[in-house]
C-alpha cells in the first residue's frame, strides 16, 4: 500500500486518484485559515515554487477539526489560500484527520508516521507529512515546525 492507493476530493467535488502524483515527492498538510499557524501556507508555497521543478508537489487539505478554524466552504479555504498566501499547490476539499470520519489518506499517513502520538493523533493544524517518490510516507513534522525545517529532508528525496 501506499499514498497513491487513496484518493482526494476537488473543492468542486471531483475525485482525484493520488496516483496522479506518481514519481513525485509530497508534502501533504492538514490546514485552516482562522489559525495562528496559517502563514505556513506562505511558507508551503515558498517550498513549493523552490522545488517543484525537482519534483516537489504540496497538497493542502483544509479541516475543520480544531477550534473551527476552517469554518467556510471548501471552494472559499481554496480561494483564501489563493488570495492571501498566493497559493497554487492543489488544496482538496475539507476534510477530516481524526475521528470516526477520518479521511483514509490520513489514517494511512498516521499509521505509517505516528509522530508524538502512540496512535498517530494529529495533535493541531499544519501536520506535515513528507511522502517519498514511491509513496511511502517518510518523515512528519509537528505543526510548530516550520516548513523550512523541512528541506533537508525534502532535499535528501530530490
Known sequence: M???SHQAVTPANQEVPLDTYTGKVLVIANTASKCGLTPQ???L??????YKDRGLVVLGFPCNQFGGQEPGSSEEAAEFCQLNYGVNFPVFAKVDVNGPDTASLFEYLKKQQPGEQEDGTIQWNFTKFIVNREGVPVSRF????SPEAMKAAIEELL
Do not use: F, H, M, W
Not at 508555497?45 to 523552490?50: A, G, I, M, S, V
Not at 509537528?142 to 515546525?145: H, L, R, Y
Open 2 to 4: 501506499s499514498v497513491y
Open 41 to 43: 501556507y506562505g511558507d
Open 45 to 50: 508555497q515558498k517550498l513549493y515554487d523552490e
Open 142 to 145: 509537528e505543526p510548530k515546525e
